[in-house]
Protein backbone atom coordinates (compact mmCIF):
# COMPACT_ATOMS: atom_id res chain seq x y z
CA UNK A 1 0.00 0.00 0.00
CA UNK A 2 2.71 2.35 0.77
CA UNK A 3 4.37 1.81 -2.46
CA UNK A 4 0.83 2.55 -4.31
CA UNK A 5 0.42 5.77 -2.76
CA UNK A 6 4.04 6.57 -2.75
CA UNK A 7 2.80 6.40 -6.83
CA UNK A 8 0.00 8.42 -6.53
CA UNK A 9 2.08 11.44 -5.52
CA UNK A 10 4.18 10.79 -7.89
CA UNK A 11 1.37 11.04 -10.41
CA UNK A 12 -0.19 14.55 -8.77
CA UNK A 13 3.57 16.12 -8.96
CA UNK A 14 3.85 14.93 -13.03
CA UNK A 15 0.50 16.57 -13.29
CA UNK A 16 1.34 19.60 -12.15
CA UNK A 17 4.87 19.64 -13.83
CA UNK A 18 3.62 18.65 -17.43
CA UNK A 19 1.93 21.39 -19.17
CA UNK A 20 -0.10 18.64 -21.27
CA UNK A 21 -1.61 16.14 -18.59
CA UNK A 22 -2.74 19.33 -16.34
CA UNK A 23 -4.25 20.64 -19.57
CA UNK A 24 -6.02 17.24 -20.22
CA UNK A 25 -7.12 17.45 -16.51
CA UNK A 26 -8.70 21.16 -16.39
CA UNK A 27 -9.96 21.10 -20.21
CA UNK A 28 -13.23 19.41 -19.19
CA UNK A 29 -13.80 22.02 -16.80
CA UNK A 30 -13.03 25.01 -18.93
CA UNK A 31 -15.27 23.52 -22.22
CA UNK A 32 -18.13 23.32 -19.20
CA UNK A 33 -17.96 27.01 -18.47
CA UNK A 34 -17.84 27.97 -21.97
CA UNK A 35 -21.65 25.91 -22.62
CA UNK A 36 -22.62 27.02 -19.68
CA UNK A 37 -22.21 30.51 -20.75
CA UNK A 38 -23.34 29.87 -24.21
CA UNK A 39 -25.97 27.09 -24.20
CA UNK A 40 -28.57 28.98 -23.72
CA UNK A 41 -28.36 31.64 -26.29
CA UNK A 42 -27.64 28.89 -29.05
CA UNK A 43 -30.55 26.80 -28.32
CA UNK A 44 -33.02 29.86 -28.23
CA UNK A 45 -32.03 31.67 -31.76
CA UNK A 46 -35.30 31.09 -34.41
CA UNK A 47 -38.64 29.75 -34.54
CA UNK A 48 -39.68 27.20 -36.97
CA UNK A 49 -43.57 25.98 -37.11
CA UNK A 50 -45.02 23.26 -38.56
CA UNK A 51 -48.52 23.56 -39.98
CA UNK A 52 -51.27 21.30 -41.08
CA UNK A 53 -52.91 22.44 -44.09
CA UNK A 54 -56.85 22.04 -42.20
CA UNK A 55 -55.22 25.15 -39.86
CA UNK A 56 -56.74 27.40 -42.73
CA UNK A 57 -55.06 29.83 -44.96
CA UNK A 58 -55.79 32.64 -42.32
CA UNK A 59 -54.05 31.29 -39.38
CA UNK A 60 -51.27 30.38 -41.99
CA UNK A 61 -50.52 33.63 -43.48
CA UNK A 62 -50.37 35.00 -39.73
CA UNK A 63 -48.08 32.55 -38.83
CA UNK A 64 -45.47 33.43 -41.56
CA UNK A 65 -45.48 37.07 -40.10
CA UNK A 66 -43.87 35.96 -37.08
CA UNK A 67 -42.27 32.29 -37.93
CA UNK A 68 -40.22 29.47 -40.93
CA UNK A 69 -43.43 28.24 -41.18
CA UNK A 70 -43.51 24.44 -42.68
CA UNK A 71 -46.84 23.04 -44.23
CA UNK A 72 -48.02 19.59 -44.45
CA UNK A 73 -50.94 17.71 -45.71
CA UNK A 74 -52.21 15.82 -42.30
CA UNK A 75 -51.73 15.67 -38.88
CA UNK A 76 -50.11 12.59 -38.78
CA UNK A 77 -46.99 14.31 -40.57
CA UNK A 78 -47.09 17.19 -38.52
CA UNK A 79 -46.90 15.01 -35.43
CA UNK A 80 -43.38 13.30 -37.16
CA UNK A 81 -42.16 16.37 -38.07
CA UNK A 82 -42.36 17.46 -34.32
CA UNK A 83 -40.60 13.77 -33.26
CA UNK A 84 -37.54 14.92 -35.13
CA UNK A 85 -34.00 15.96 -33.19
CA UNK A 86 -34.43 19.52 -33.31
CA UNK A 87 -37.38 22.53 -31.44
CA UNK A 88 -40.17 22.61 -34.06
CA UNK A 89 -43.46 22.90 -32.76
CA UNK A 90 -46.48 22.18 -34.83
CA UNK A 91 -49.89 23.30 -35.43
CA UNK A 92 -52.78 20.82 -36.05
CA UNK A 93 -56.95 21.67 -36.45
CA UNK A 94 -58.59 18.88 -33.91
CA UNK A 95 -62.25 18.97 -33.30
CA UNK A 96 -62.45 22.36 -34.85
CA UNK A 97 -59.80 23.13 -32.29
CA UNK A 98 -56.19 24.28 -33.07
CA UNK A 99 -53.57 22.49 -31.16
CA UNK A 100 -50.14 23.48 -30.70
CA UNK A 101 -47.70 20.44 -30.64
CA UNK A 102 -44.08 20.13 -28.97
CA UNK A 103 -41.74 17.18 -27.96
CA UNK A 104 -40.65 18.57 -24.53
CA UNK A 105 -37.24 18.75 -25.29
CA UNK A 106 -37.20 21.93 -27.27
CA UNK A 107 -35.73 24.51 -25.49
CA UNK A 108 -38.01 26.73 -22.74
CA UNK A 109 -37.79 29.53 -24.58
CA UNK A 110 -38.80 27.71 -28.21
CA UNK A 111 -42.17 27.00 -26.53
CA UNK A 112 -43.41 29.83 -25.06
CA UNK A 113 -42.49 31.45 -28.31
CA UNK A 114 -45.08 28.83 -30.07
CA UNK A 115 -46.86 29.59 -27.26
CA UNK A 116 -47.05 33.44 -27.54
CA UNK A 117 -47.39 33.52 -31.44
CA UNK A 118 -50.27 31.21 -31.47
CA UNK A 119 -52.14 33.59 -29.01
CA UNK A 120 -51.32 36.48 -31.75
CA UNK A 121 -53.00 35.02 -34.80
CA UNK A 122 -55.88 33.31 -32.43
CA UNK A 123 -56.99 36.46 -30.73
CA UNK A 124 -60.74 36.84 -29.60
CA UNK A 125 -61.40 38.60 -32.66
CA UNK A 126 -60.98 35.17 -34.41
CA UNK A 127 -62.86 33.47 -32.37
CA UNK A 128 -60.25 30.24 -32.46
CA UNK A 129 -58.85 29.33 -29.29
CA UNK A 130 -55.73 26.88 -28.83
CA UNK A 131 -54.59 24.72 -26.33
CA UNK A 132 -50.53 23.38 -25.94
CA UNK A 133 -50.00 19.94 -25.68
CA UNK A 134 -46.92 17.43 -25.18
CA UNK A 135 -46.39 14.39 -26.96
CA UNK A 136 -42.93 13.58 -25.04
CA UNK A 137 -41.15 14.36 -22.48
CA UNK A 138 -37.54 14.90 -22.68
CA UNK A 139 -34.52 17.50 -22.93
CA UNK A 140 -33.16 19.33 -25.58
CA UNK A 141 -31.20 16.75 -27.81
CA UNK A 142 -28.48 19.08 -28.40
CA UNK A 143 -27.79 20.07 -24.41
CA UNK A 144 -27.49 16.18 -24.04
CA UNK A 145 -25.21 15.66 -26.50
CA UNK A 146 -23.20 18.30 -24.62
CA UNK A 147 -23.34 17.54 -21.18
CA UNK A 148 -23.18 13.96 -22.04
CA UNK A 149 -19.70 14.24 -24.26
CA UNK A 150 -18.58 16.38 -21.27
CA UNK A 151 -19.07 14.24 -18.73
CA UNK A 152 -17.47 11.22 -20.66
CA UNK A 153 -14.55 13.66 -22.01
CA UNK A 154 -14.03 14.27 -17.91
CA UNK A 155 -13.70 10.10 -17.11
CA UNK A 156 -11.44 9.45 -20.39
CA UNK A 157 -9.01 12.58 -19.47
CA UNK A 158 -8.46 10.95 -16.09
CA UNK A 159 -7.94 7.50 -17.50
CA UNK A 160 -5.36 9.00 -20.45
CA UNK A 161 -3.64 11.88 -17.68
CA UNK A 162 -3.15 8.44 -15.84
CA UNK A 163 -1.64 6.67 -19.14
CA UNK A 164 0.41 9.46 -20.13
CA UNK A 165 2.24 8.57 -16.37
CA UNK A 166 3.08 5.28 -17.61
CA UNK A 167 4.41 6.56 -21.24
CA UNK A 168 6.44 8.61 -18.82
CA UNK A 169 7.73 6.28 -16.75
CA UNK A 170 8.28 4.13 -20.05
CA UNK A 171 10.12 7.04 -21.88
CA UNK A 172 13.01 7.87 -18.32
CA UNK A 173 13.03 4.09 -18.33
CA UNK A 174 11.53 4.29 -14.60
CA UNK A 175 9.53 1.68 -15.24
CA UNK A 176 12.27 -0.78 -15.76
CA UNK A 177 13.79 0.01 -12.26
CA UNK A 178 10.04 -0.99 -10.82
CA UNK A 179 9.91 -4.24 -12.55
CA UNK A 180 12.43 -5.43 -10.11
CA UNK A 181 10.71 -3.93 -6.81
CA UNK A 182 8.26 -5.83 -4.67
CA UNK A 183 5.44 -2.96 -6.17
CA UNK A 184 4.70 -5.79 -9.15
CA UNK A 185 2.96 -5.39 -12.43
CA UNK A 186 -0.75 -5.63 -10.83
CA UNK A 187 0.54 -3.13 -7.50
CA UNK A 188 1.62 -1.05 -10.19
CA UNK A 189 -2.06 -0.89 -12.54
CA UNK A 190 -3.67 -0.66 -9.24
CA UNK A 191 -2.00 2.27 -8.48
CA UNK A 192 -2.17 3.59 -11.99
CA UNK A 193 -5.90 3.16 -11.60
CA UNK A 194 -6.72 4.79 -8.42
CA UNK A 195 -4.86 7.66 -9.61
CA UNK A 196 -6.55 8.06 -12.84
CA UNK A 197 -10.15 7.22 -11.16
CA UNK A 198 -9.13 9.95 -8.68
CA UNK A 199 -8.48 12.94 -11.40
CA UNK A 200 -11.63 11.09 -13.37
CA UNK A 201 -13.44 11.54 -9.88
CA UNK A 202 -12.60 15.45 -9.42
CA UNK A 203 -13.12 16.42 -12.62
CA UNK A 204 -16.49 15.02 -13.69
CA UNK A 205 -18.39 16.12 -10.55
CA UNK A 206 -16.78 19.83 -10.97
CA UNK A 207 -17.80 19.63 -15.11
CA UNK A 208 -21.16 18.52 -13.09
CA UNK A 209 -21.14 21.08 -11.00
CA UNK A 210 -21.03 23.59 -13.74
CA UNK A 211 -22.95 22.35 -15.95
CA UNK A 212 -26.15 21.56 -13.83
CA UNK A 213 -25.46 23.32 -10.64
CA UNK A 214 -28.14 20.90 -7.91
CA UNK A 215 -30.31 19.72 -11.03
CA UNK A 216 -28.84 15.99 -10.60
CA UNK A 217 -28.36 13.66 -7.63
CA UNK A 218 -25.13 13.38 -6.70
CA UNK A 219 -24.82 9.99 -4.60
CA UNK A 220 -25.87 8.39 -8.38
CA UNK A 221 -23.69 10.35 -10.10
CA UNK A 222 -20.31 9.18 -7.08
CA UNK A 223 -21.87 5.42 -7.92
CA UNK A 224 -21.66 5.79 -11.91
CA UNK A 225 -18.59 7.08 -11.62
CA UNK A 226 -16.88 4.36 -9.09
CA UNK A 227 -18.55 2.12 -11.59
CA UNK A 228 -16.73 3.14 -14.12
CA UNK A 229 -13.84 2.34 -12.41
CA UNK A 230 -13.00 -0.81 -14.74
CA UNK A 231 -13.43 1.30 -17.94
CA UNK A 232 -10.48 4.23 -16.65
CA UNK A 233 -8.84 1.16 -15.64
CA UNK A 234 -8.66 -0.51 -19.55
CA UNK A 235 -8.28 3.59 -21.18
CA UNK A 236 -5.41 4.09 -18.95
CA UNK A 237 -3.86 0.87 -20.08
CA UNK A 238 -4.66 1.07 -24.01
CA UNK A 239 -2.75 4.51 -23.58
CA UNK A 240 -0.04 3.67 -21.55
CA UNK A 241 0.28 0.44 -23.15
CA UNK A 242 0.31 1.16 -26.65
CA UNK A 243 2.01 4.53 -26.88
CA UNK A 244 5.81 4.88 -26.16
CA UNK A 245 6.21 8.73 -25.98
CA UNK A 246 3.68 11.60 -25.92
CA UNK A 247 3.90 12.01 -30.04
CA UNK A 248 2.29 8.53 -30.31
CA UNK A 249 -0.11 8.46 -27.23
CA UNK A 250 -1.88 11.29 -29.26
CA UNK A 251 -2.37 9.16 -32.02
CA UNK A 252 -3.70 6.53 -29.76
CA UNK A 253 -5.91 9.24 -28.02
CA UNK A 254 -7.10 9.87 -31.90
CA UNK A 255 -8.34 6.43 -32.28
CA UNK A 256 -9.74 6.17 -28.91
CA UNK A 257 -11.95 9.33 -28.63
CA UNK A 258 -14.26 8.33 -31.78
CA UNK A 259 -14.91 4.95 -30.09
CA UNK A 260 -15.44 5.68 -26.70
CA UNK A 261 -17.40 9.33 -27.12
CA UNK A 262 -18.93 9.47 -30.62
CA UNK A 263 -20.57 5.66 -30.77
CA UNK A 264 -22.93 6.31 -27.79
CA UNK A 265 -23.90 9.45 -29.60
CA UNK A 266 -24.38 8.35 -32.61
CA UNK A 267 -26.76 5.67 -30.58
CA UNK A 268 -29.18 8.53 -29.82
CA UNK A 269 -30.17 8.79 -33.76
CA UNK A 270 -30.58 5.27 -34.11
CA UNK A 271 -33.96 3.63 -33.92
CA UNK A 272 -34.98 1.61 -30.90
CA UNK A 273 -34.86 -1.59 -32.65
CA UNK A 274 -31.54 -1.17 -33.69
CA UNK A 275 -30.37 -0.15 -30.60
CA UNK A 276 -28.61 -3.86 -29.80
CA UNK A 277 -25.60 -3.23 -31.79
CA UNK A 278 -24.29 -1.45 -29.23
CA UNK A 279 -24.90 -3.40 -26.55
CA UNK A 280 -21.65 -5.28 -26.05
CA UNK A 281 -20.15 -1.67 -25.52
CA UNK A 282 -19.49 -1.00 -22.14
CA UNK A 283 -19.13 2.70 -23.48
CA UNK A 284 -22.82 2.54 -24.54
CA UNK A 285 -24.46 1.36 -21.25
CA UNK A 286 -21.98 3.96 -19.28
CA UNK A 287 -23.15 6.76 -21.48
CA UNK A 288 -27.25 5.41 -20.82
CA UNK A 289 -26.18 5.28 -17.08
CA UNK A 290 -24.87 9.20 -16.97
CA UNK A 291 -27.93 10.06 -19.34
CA UNK A 292 -30.22 8.47 -16.94
CA UNK A 293 -28.69 10.51 -14.58
CA UNK A 294 -28.68 14.23 -15.85
CA UNK A 295 -32.24 13.88 -18.38
CA UNK A 296 -34.22 11.15 -16.78
CA UNK A 297 -33.62 8.79 -19.84
CA UNK A 298 -35.48 4.88 -19.60
CA UNK A 299 -34.90 4.24 -23.17
CA UNK A 300 -32.94 1.60 -22.31
CA UNK A 301 -33.43 0.43 -19.13
CA UNK A 302 -33.09 1.61 -15.68
CA UNK A 303 -29.75 3.33 -14.21
CA UNK A 304 -29.00 0.04 -11.86
CA UNK A 305 -29.34 -1.99 -15.20
CA UNK A 306 -27.20 0.12 -17.09
CA UNK A 307 -24.48 0.00 -14.24
CA UNK A 308 -24.76 -3.46 -14.05
CA UNK A 309 -23.88 -3.99 -17.34
CA UNK A 310 -21.27 -1.44 -17.96
CA UNK A 311 -19.31 -3.07 -14.64
CA UNK A 312 -19.78 -6.39 -16.66
CA UNK A 313 -18.45 -5.60 -20.01
CA UNK A 314 -15.60 -3.19 -18.99
CA UNK A 315 -14.23 -5.79 -16.73
CA UNK A 316 -14.18 -8.02 -19.73
CA UNK A 317 -12.71 -5.38 -21.92
CA UNK A 318 -9.93 -4.94 -18.85
CA UNK A 319 -8.98 -8.83 -18.65
CA UNK A 320 -7.93 -8.44 -22.90
CA UNK A 321 -6.52 -5.16 -22.27
CA UNK A 322 -4.12 -6.48 -19.38
CA UNK A 323 -3.40 -9.54 -21.43
CA UNK A 324 -2.75 -7.42 -24.67
CA UNK A 325 -0.74 -4.34 -22.96
CA UNK A 326 0.94 -6.29 -20.15
CA UNK A 327 4.08 -7.18 -21.67
CA UNK A 328 4.52 -3.86 -22.83
CA UNK A 329 3.89 -1.86 -19.51
CA UNK A 330 6.88 -3.87 -17.90
CA UNK A 331 9.34 -5.83 -19.31
CA UNK A 332 8.63 -9.78 -19.16
CA UNK A 333 5.34 -8.45 -17.66
CA UNK A 334 6.75 -8.56 -14.34
CA UNK A 335 4.46 -9.80 -11.40
Do not use: C
Not at 106 to 133: D, H, M, N, W
Not at 181 to 192: E, F, K, Q, S, V
Not at 227 to 233: D, E, H, K, R, V
Amino acid sequence: MKAILNLLRQDLATALRDNIVLYMIVSPLLLALLVRLFLPSVEATGLTMALSRQVGDDVTAALENYAVVEIFDTNEEVVVRVEQNDAVPGVILEDEEVVLLFESNEPEAIIEAGKAVLTAVTSPERLIEYEARSIAEGSSLFEEILILSLIMLALLLGGVASGFNIIDEKDTRAVSALAVTPLGLHRYIIARTLGAFVVASLVTTGTALILSGSAINYLLLATAIAASILIIAALTLTVGGFANNQVSAIAVIKVLMPIYLALPIVSLFVPERWQLIFYPLPNYWQFQMLRSIFFGSQLTGSFWMALLLTLLLSGALLLIMFKITRSRLMPAGGE
